[in-house]
């Protein structure tokens, strides 16, 4: 990947340059910044650059087999560390990033080098909630693989992509190195959130901010991909806030998916709300002890409202619909409710509870009326 082939940054990538050609690389470098900003591409393509061996207008050649390597992060001198995770891990079970190389290279060839962690994660298929991380066996990896000597280049590099993911064994494994490092090893760390670093890594690494792509540049990209008004072009790159990951998710219309999806969240928290149903918004474990809701909550679908087979009602909109509730033993058989009292598991007593009021500007509920 040569510096011509990244949207933007052109002061930041001339900077970069003078100092490989100066010999004023430091030993460890942080690039910090949003991975819609360049990141990752950027810290591909100054390796390439410090590696070249045909260098030329300020760049690496691109050609020859040092950047064709690098550029498909193969090179042998080059090592790369990332978060990695997995569904059903067992607990104590160790993962290495080289374990899930393949699969990074190939999200890495796809993108251009432009990969967000969502991205990474989705890849990895870790769900809404599973993250990635880096542990303290992989850094036990790095310092062996480190020991080594170098094969082709004149450095070793070892590239950690989030290091904000290391838990903290890793990250005082890497301070050592940090601290005392080999000769000709270069450790580049490209993170998006450098303030959860530790300071002592920190104060150890030359820092160089990666400033958020201008608009101009965001809106001439959406022009080459098929936005031809001009005052629409500039609107989108507005929008994307310097992010070109964004702006492609805007492009794509991906984001319009995302957005209704939480959209139909908030409505259905909402609704349970207005129900005074608030338990349902807090309690999902209750929910899935509970005898009807168990094969619902298993796959994702809204809980019906009652224990009648055919009921297709929402839980949250039983009351307006579903005939059933207006029987006593339809009320009976519905999970929430005590079956000996036909009230809720939660209530004491039928005492009616204050609702909300319907344009109400704040919601009183205290803790203490849970107890009347
Ligand atoms: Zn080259």
Same mark, same amino acid.
């Given at each position: 990947m040569r510096f011509a082939d990244i949207t933007g940054q052109e002061e930041l990538k001339r900077q970069l340059v003078r100092s490989i050609d100066a010999g004023r690389v430091s030993h460890a470098l942080l690039l910090g910044g949003r991975s819609g900003a360049g990141i990752l591409p950027l810290a591909v393509a100054f390796l390439q650059y410090l590696n070249c061996r045909h260098r030329r207008d300020g760049d690496s050649c691109g050609t020859c087999p040092d950047c064709l390597r690098i550029a498909s992060l193969e090179h042998p001198d080059l090592h790369l560390v990332f978060p990695v995770n997995r569904q059903g891990k067992k607990s104590g079970e160790a993962m290495?990033?080289?374990?899930?190389?393949?699969?990074?290279?190939?999200?890495?060839?796809?993108?251009?080098?432009?990969?967000?962690?969502?991205?990474?994660?989705?890849?990895?298929?870790?769900?809404?909630?599973?993250?990635?991380?880096?542990?303290?066996?992989?850094?036990?990896?790095?310092?062996?693989?480190?020991?080594?000597?170098?094969f082709e280049a004149d450095y070793k590099t070892m590239l950690v992509w989030l290091p904000e993911a290391m838990n903290e064994g890793a990250a005082n494994k890497i301070l050592k190195i940090l601290e005392e490092p080999w000769e000709r090893t270069l450790f580049l760390l490209v993170s998006e959130r450098p303030d959860r670093l530790l300071p002592t890594i920190l104060s150890r690494t030359q820092q160089i901010h990666v400033p958020p792509l201008r608009p101009?540049?965001?809106?001439?990209? =959406?022009?080459?991909?098929?936005? $031809?008004?001009? /005052?629409? *072009?500039?609107?989108? !790159? #507005?929008?994307a806030g310097g992010d070109l990951i964004a702006l492609e998710h805007l492009l794509a219309g991906t984001d319009d998916a995302r957005r209704r999806e939480?959209?139909?969240?908030?409505?259905?928290?909402?609704?349970?709300?207005?129900?005074?149903?608030?338990?349902?918004?807090?309690?999902?474990?209750?929910?899935?002890?509970?005898r009807a809701?168990?094969?619902?909550?298993?796959?994702?679908?809204?809980?019906?409202?009652?224990?009648? =087979?055919?009921?297709?009602?929402? $839980?949250?909109? /039983?009351? *307006?619909?579903?005939? !059933? #509730?207006?029987?006593?033993?339809?009320?009976?058989?519905?999970?929430s409710s005590d079956p000996a009292t036909?009230?809720?598991?939660?209530?004491?007593?039928?005492?009616?509870?204050?609702?909300?009021?319907?344009?109400?500007?704040?919601?009183?509920?205290?803790?203490?009326?849970?107890?009347r």
């Amino acid at each position: 990947m040569r510096f011509a082939d990244i949207t933007g940054q052109e002061e930041l990538k001339r900077q970069l340059v003078r100092s490989i050609d100066a010999g004023r690389v430091s030993h460890a470098l942080l690039l910090g910044g949003r991975s819609g900003a360049g990141i990752l591409p950027l810290a591909v393509a100054f390796l390439q650059y410090l590696n070249c061996r045909h260098r030329r207008d300020g760049d690496s050649c691109g050609t020859c087999p040092d950047c064709l390597r690098i550029a498909s992060l193969e090179h042998p001198d080059l090592h790369l560390v990332f978060p990695v995770n997995r569904q059903g891990k067992k607990s104590g079970e160790a993962m290495r990033s080289d374990e899930f190389l393949p699969l990074f290279r190939k999200l890495f060839a796809e993108r251009r080098g432009w990969v967000s962690p969502q991205q990474w994660y989705d890849r990895l298929d870790l769900g809404r909630t599973l993250r990635g991380m880096i542990a303290a066996r992989e850094a036990d990896e790095i310092i062996r693989k480190l020991s080594f000597k170098s094969f082709e280049a004149d450095y070793k590099t070892m590239l950690v992509w989030l290091p904000e993911a290391m838990n903290e064994g890793a990250a005082n494994k890497i301070l050592k190195i940090l601290e005392e490092p080999w000769e000709r090893t270069l450790f580049l760390l490209v993170s998006e959130r450098p303030d959860r670093l530790l300071p002592t890594i920190l104060s150890r690494t030359q820092q160089i901010h990666v400033p958020p792509l201008r608009p101009e540049v965001l809106a001439q990209y =959406a022009q080459r991909h098929g936005v $031809a008004d001009t /005052a629409e *072009a500039h609107r989108r !790159a #507005r929008l994307a806030g310097g992010d070109l990951i964004a702006l492609e998710h805007l492009l794509a219309g991906t984001d319009d998916a995302r957005r209704r999806e939480d959209f139909e969240l908030f409505r259905t928290l909402m609704r349970l709300s207005y129900n005074d149903r608030h338990l349902e918004l807090i309690g999902p474990r209750r929910r899935r002890n509970s005898r009807a809701s168990s094969s619902a909550a298993s796959c994702g679908a809204p809980r019906a409202c009652c224990a009648r =087979a055919s009921c297709s009602t929402p $839980a949250w909109n /039983a009351s *307006a619909t579903c005939g !059933a #509730r207006s029987s006593p033993s339809a009320r009976n058989s519905h999970p929430s409710s005590d079956p000996a009292t036909s009230r809720p598991w939660w209530r004491r007593s039928n005492r009616p509870w204050p609702r909300f009021p319907r344009t109400g500007t704040r919601l009183s509920y205290s803790p203490i009326s849970l107890s009347r």
